[in-house]
């Protein structure tokens, strides 16, 4: 999602949403008006009311003396000199004086109280009700709050079923957001919005100022949940643990937002970087937690199994522990945790606890009670008197029938231990008066319509020998596009890549590092089985109604995680019907003629991906981004797990020659009638000894999906 894409966006959120829309255009009404009023009155040199009243007394002073007579020979009236024409409101000084008034004005008007409006009304009513809701709506959207779905997950593939997945949020983003947003109602500005400036200088202000010791806090990074525990324990408990404790009195919240944002999605923002971050655990919520009587329960033959758990009258261990399997104590061999075991109630004991009659299944409190108590005493595997209750009671029983209540924890590897409060200013209300012309008129003022984007350091491709970000500008083979948009289809006949007797891989015995699987968007990644079999479902239709997206989905092997190895290009060769001339001839996976919308990487845009065409193949290149001749990327980080890219609406080539294909279908393994393209994917990688490359090959299975398998 581009810059101009959140300055669209905010401007559409602002227009839809009526209460803002009218807010925002009564307080620019008022603004202005009062500055313009103002302005004038100062470069017409005219008196505030103040002085008027102030000079009332001494005037009425002077018409009393008068009527009593002391009064002076008439003198003829002069005629005054000509009025100077009053100066346009478009001149630069008088728009400086109107961006000081504005200034002056808005801060005033977002006064409650004593101190700036902070959307708790703490210290008074706020000076204008319009400003409150402007506020609201600027914090809120910092927040998230109403921003579309789509445009904080462009592509579905990024938040799968049953995954967690954690972010940052792009500033630069938000602020173009808001200044779309603050740009409705300008009627009047051509150049520089000032007032607009004005209400984010102000925001800026509030943003800044601490309250109780603690600055607003601004989201900054979250995690997204997505899972079927959200639907089925709406309440789940979720707890933020951070590594750096605040100062007592001035503890920030742990966490800045919870939002829902469907059945089995929630979303959850920080305001402090992921380095902090202690761990989050998922909990059960403790209203959920049961009794559970024993492990195993069944009525013919009458069997009950039951474990119990270790209770402490005294010396209990220190924090948390398991009370199921407790460790030996050292030194203490007559209550050994084998002695524990060995006379754990037999069947024929504790299927006295329970009534095994159908009618009735009912627990014999009173036996398995004093059963329990009397094991605990006797047994307990450590020391003699650190259970000592000989009657049996309630709290006894309810803790041994006690279900586990679960959990789910989350802990990252790096931790950074100093302490980080960060401040938020949205761009451009720093200095709003900066950017206005003083001297010469003719020149308008720098216009604030769209912020400059800054860039992230941390998206530079890094260099291995100075550690430093290279520029992102990838180098284009001729007659490509830009790759910031979606690159289409250029017709350059490049033979497709091949290993050669002069590119053997030699004694560096180099191995692929990547795999690859090929799947319509629609379906998801396919099943991989050990005995090489295909899921029933994993095949490309080739008589869809509708064109669908492929994916290829690129993800690097574990066992390259630790590897040295330079990667320089992935090339893959997908065959269209002009492999059919070969001998012999290919399974085509595309037509010929594709025209679509192009190739996109879907998440790592560390990586270019060009689309070629040859005579047999649809080439797809996939280059780091580098601003260096000789560009490679090292894959012994997380930067490479995977180089997913997703071609848009191909049409899949008709079925020319099927074979029998094994296909498991409801656990059973068969071979059925497919068509089967295959793939070559090159890895190109930068080793001492020259560039080499490796090429691996992959298949994809075609069937026509309106055509049933024999015996279905």
Not at 293 to 299: K, S
Not at 411 to 416: E, L, W
Not at 542 to 558: E, M, N
Not at 669 to 698: C, F, H, L, N
């Amino acid at each position: 999602m581009s810059y101009s894409s959140a300055w669209e966006l905010g401007k559409m959120l602002a227009i839809s949403d009526g209460v803002f829309n009218a807010a925002l255009m009564r307080f620019r009404s008022e603004v202005r008006n009062f500055a313009e009023s103002l302005a004038r009155k100062q470069a017409a040199n005219m008196p505030d009311a103040a002085k008027v009243v102030r000079e009332i007394v001494p005037g009425v002073g002077q018409i009393a003396s008068k009527s009593n007579g002391n009064v002076v020979e008439p003198a003829r009236m002069t005629g005054g000199s000509q009025a100077p024409v009053p100066p346009r409101l478009d001149a630069a000084h008088m728009v400086q004086k109107m961006t000081t008034i504005a200034q002056d004005r808005v801060a005033h008007l977002a006064i409650a109280g004593n101190s700036i409006y902070d959307g708790l009304y703490k210290d008074g009513k706020p000076n204008s009700t319009d400003w409150t809701i402007i506020h609201n709506w600027v914090y809120n959207k910092m927040y998230l709050l109403d921003i579309p779905a789509h445009y904080l997950i462009p592509d579905p593939t990024f938040l799968p079923i049953e995954s967690l997945r954690f972010f940052h949020i792009d500033d630069t983003w938000i602020d173009c957001l808001l200044d779309g947003a603050l740009s409705v109602a300008n009627h009047l500005d051509r150049d520089s919005d000032w007032i607009r400036q004005a209400i984010k200088a102000t925001l800026n202000v509030y943003l800044s100022t601490p309250s109780d010791g603690i600055v607003p806090q601004i989201p900054s990074c979250g995690f997204i949940l997505r899972s079927e525990v959200v639907k089925v324990m709406p309440d789940m408990k979720i707890t933020i643990e951070w590594s750096n404790k605040d100062a007592v009195g001035h503890e920030r919240h742990e966490i800045c937002r919870y939002t829902r944002m469907d059945d089995q999605t929630i979303m959850g923002l920080f305001d402090r970087p992921f380095e902090e971050l202690e761990g989050i655990t998922l909990a059960q919520p403790p209203h959920q937690q049961n009794f559970c009587l024993g492990t195993n329960l069944q009525i013919n033959p009458p069997t009950l199994n039951v474990d119990l758990k270790h209770l402490f009258t005294q010396n209990a261990p220190d924090g948390s522990w398991d009370p199921r399997d407790q460790e030996d104590p050292p030194g203490d061999t007559e209550h050994r945790l084998a002695n524990w075991i060995s006379n754990l109630p037999k069947e024929s004991e504790s299927h006295k606890w329970y009534n095994f009659d159908p009618e009735s299944r009912m627990m014999n409190v009173s036996i398995m009670a004093g059963a329990i108590n009397t094991f605990l005493n006797k047994y307990q595997p450590l020391k003699p008197g650190i259970y000592s209750d000989s009657v049996a009671n309630a709290c006894e029983l309810a803790l041994q029938l006690n279900n586990p209540s679960y959990y789910f924890f989350i802990r990252p590897q790096v931790q950074n231990m100093q302490n980080t409060v960060r401040v938020r200013n949205i761009f451009g209300g720093d200095n709003p008066i900066a950017d206005i012309p003083v001297e010469d008129d003719s020149q308008g003022a720098k216009s604030d319509d769209a912020p400059d984007p800054v860039p992230d350091p941390s998206s530079g491709v890094l260099d291995p020998a100075q550690g430093s970000p290279q520029s992102t500008i990838p180098t284009m083979p001729t007659g490509t596009k830009s790759p910031s948009q979606p690159t289409r289809m250029t017709t350059i006949e490049l033979p497709p890549v091949v290993a050669s007797p002069q590119n053997q891989l030699g004694p560096l015995n180099l191995s692929s590092q990547f795999t690859l699987s090929i799947f319509p968007d629609y379906k998801g990644p396919p099943i991989p089985f050990k005995d090489s079999a295909f899921d029933s479902d994993d095949f490309c239709p080739t008589a869809h109604p509708f064109l669908y997206d492929l994916v290829f989905s690129i993800r690097k092997s574990p066992k390259a995680r630790g590897s040295q190895f330079l990667l320089k290009e992935i090339l893959i060769n997908i065959p269209h019907e002009g492999a059919l001339t070969q001998k012999p001839p290919e399974e085509p996976l595309l037509l010929s003629d594709y025209d679509g919308p192009g190739a996109r990487m879907l998440s790592n845009q560390r990586f270019v991906i060009f689309l070629n065409r040859t005579s047999k193949y649809i080439t797809a290149r996939l280059i780091p981004r580098s601003g260096l001749d000789n560009l490679f990327i090292p894959i012994n980080d997380t930067r490479t797990n995977e180089v997913t890219f997703r071609l848009a609406e191909p049409y899949i080539a008709p079925i020319e020659k099927e074979i029998g294909v094994m296909v498991r279908t409801n656990g059973i393994v068969k071979k059925r009638p497919r068509a089967q393209a295959s793939i070559m994917m090159y890895e190109k990688y930068q080793t001492t000894a020259g560039d080499k490359i490796v090429p691996t090959q992959w298949f994809v299975i075609k069937k026509d999906n309106l055509k049933k398998d024999p015996g279905d």
